[in-house]
């Protein structure tokens, strides 16, 4: 009834269909197919799909949609963790009475399409797997995987058609939003196609397994008008993206910028031409400019006092003395706005930092420059509160910051070339996430939150 596999120093009775049918009966599981419930009952497909996710003694693992724990059973004892997201409350009592005797799986009762990914940084890099159900895959993939995302691998099983979907070529009729979405991201590979057999109950297709890791391209772009401008040119996949696309750019220069004829839809424009569309219609005047080297600081001392002016470039090569602002913005339910730096940044690129924060220019005093960083990294005019002063270390980069706070709760905007992503963080995801994995963040950002956090606490608000 069981067949049995050596794992991680223990045996694992692995489950076949007729146990898996057992265990759904004893807790009254019916199969939904509104719920895409399809249990692989595949012990061999199980294993072999567990082990394309490359799982290693220090991993964290985080599989949707486990059901009876098929997968699962293959990953505990070989990983650091193993988080299970389960939207059946029947079967997630079920994983947390049978996982109930190993520290290393936590189980949590929610729908995968809404599990709060940011509650995950702190285990990062995290590895993801899934038999995802056929009814929300498209929505679970989209919450863990869309950028940013501590995702670093996924090994994924759903419906032959949407992973082909996924993988499609322009110029063919699968090709759509979906593909440009993930192949702009991930470079996602179909591995093995398993039939309808391999689950109970039996689907009318056949799913593919599906590996998925970072892209690594170098492009910096607006990412969502990037999704805008593909969501728009397919709307109406057999018109011409001409009429689809907005009028603030000549569709006769770029298509001939392109290399493509004017007429082009949607369908026959590649990803590398959508992202080149997408750096032409940014009109955000710094989107090419993350900083430049020669922006004239003040030079100060250890008092703050003036002593000359030197480029930018100066500065940070001979760590002279120089002045900075950093604004922590919060938003109603007190969640902070972090932004990602981006790599072209000269300084923490791709790190965690402040909501906002530069250099003060010459002649600048802080109460100016903290708005002003403010409205030109987001976008964001609000008021700002001056809660500390901080002085200059190796640390923060030399600098005398200027620390403040302010209130916001609508839409961003950002240069790309400065900041790859703005995320609002709940304080003590952070502070969970800062105590383990410190490296995520840019120092200076590090010293500051500290002197905030300090301060709130001691006021208790």
Not at 176 to 190: A, C, F, I, N, Y
Not at 235 to 250: E, G, I, M, N
Not at 306 to 319: F, G, I
Request: proline share 5%; hydrophobic share 40%.
């Amino acid at each position: 009834m069981f067949d049995a596999v050596w794992i991680g120093g223990f045996d694992v009775q692995t489950m076949i269909a007729s146990d898996i049918i057992k265990v759904l009966k004893q807790h009254g599981v019916m199969p939904s197919k509104k719920l895409g419930q399809n249990f692989l009952c595949d012990a061999n497909v199980a294993r072999w799909i567990v082990e394309q996710l490359e799982p290693e003694a220090e991993d964290t693992v985080v599989e949707v949609g486990p059901g009876t724990g098929a997968l699962t059973e293959h990953l505990v004892g070989r990983v650091k963790r193993v988080i299970l997201v389960e939207f059946d409350a029947r079967l997630a009592e079920y994983l947390t009475d049978k996982f109930s005797d190993r520290d290393d799986v936590e189980v949590h009762h929610f729908d995968g399409a809404r599990f709060d990914v940011r509650t995950l940084y702190k285990h990062a890099p995290i590895k993801f797997l899934g038999n995802l159900p056929y009814s929300a895959g498209g929505a679970i993939m989209r919450n863990f995987m869309k950028s940013p995302t501590p995702v670093v691998r996924a090994v994924l099983m759903l419906q032959k058609e949407f992973i082909d979907r996924i993988v499609a070529t322009h110029r063919t009729k699968e090709y759509g939003v979906l593909s440009l979405r993930m192949q702009s991201e991930w470079e996602s590979k179909p591995v093995k196609t398993v039939p309808p057999e391999a689950f109970h109950p039996r689907p009318l297709i056949d799913s593919t397994v599906m590996t998925c890791v970072p892209s690594g391209s170098a492009e910096v772009y607006d990412k969502r008008l990037f999704d805008e401008l593909v969501r728009r040119g397919f709307s109406q996949r057999r018109k011409q993206v001409k009429k689809q696309l907005p009028d603030t750019a000549s569709w006769e220069e770029v298509s001939a910028e392109l290399g493509i004829p004017v007429t082009a839809r949607a369908e026959e424009i590649s990803l590398e031409q959508w992202v080149k569309i997408t750096q032409i219609y940014d009109e955000h005047p710094l989107k090419d400019i993350p900083q430049s080297g020669d922006e004239i600081f003040d030079v100060v001392d250890e008092n703050d006092e003036v002593l000359r002016q030197e480029k930018r470039s100066v500065v940070h090569a001979e760590n002279l003395l120089h002045r900075a602002v950093h604004v922590l913005v919060f938003n109603k339910k007190k969640e902070v706005l972090l932004q990602k730096r981006s790599i072209l940044k000269d300084k923490c690129p791709g790190l965690w930092d402040s909501s906002a924060a530069g250099h003060l220019e010459a002649g600048e005093g802080y109460d100016a420059c903290a708005p002003r960083e403010l409205k030109e990294e987001l976008a964001i005019d609000a008021e700002v509160q001056h809660i500390a002063q901080l002085k200059p270390g190796e640390n923060n980069g030399w600098e005398h910051i200027g620390l403040y706070v302010a209130r916001y709760d609508g839409a961003l905007r950002f240069p790309c070339s400065e900041i790859e992503h703005a995320v609002w963080f709940d304080m003590d995801q952070l502070n969970d996430w800062i105590a383990v994995r410190p490296e995520d963040f840019a120092s200076g950002f590090l010293e500051c939150w500290s002197v905030f956090y300090e301060k709130f606490s001691s006021y208790g608000e």
